[in-house]
């Protein structure tokens, strides 16, 4: 079984910045494409970012050039660091990870979740 683990939110007032951070735990074999997604109330889950295990990012349109997400491999963990918070962003924000088992078996978990409150 594998544990996200996120930490980082809080409140914060528009055009200020947040990081978030995701560390990964349990038994895998490796981790393969980390992301972050958004839950507003009322909304659908989005995925906002994701970053391959070779570095590879990609981010949907509305967070392109504020968000940036990274990860270090050695410790299992994906960062998110938001600048330029805008009120819309307020969401609980979920760590996502694509991981491979020991028996080559995929599986996709998400965290608990942080909430991320901006104040206009």
Known sequence: ?????????????AGGSLRLSCAASGSMFSINT????RQAPGKQRELVATITEGGTTSYVDGVKGRFTISRDNAKNTA????????????????????VTAYSRSKSVYWGQGTQVTVSA
Do not use: F, H, I
């Open 79 to 98: 960062y998110l660091q938001m600048n330029n918070l805008k009120p819309e962003d307020t969401a609980v924000y979920y760590c996502n990870a694509q």
């Open 1 to 13: 079984q594998v544990q996200l683990v996120e930490s980082g939110g809080g409140l914060v007032r």
């Open 34 to 37: 980390m992301g972050w997604g």
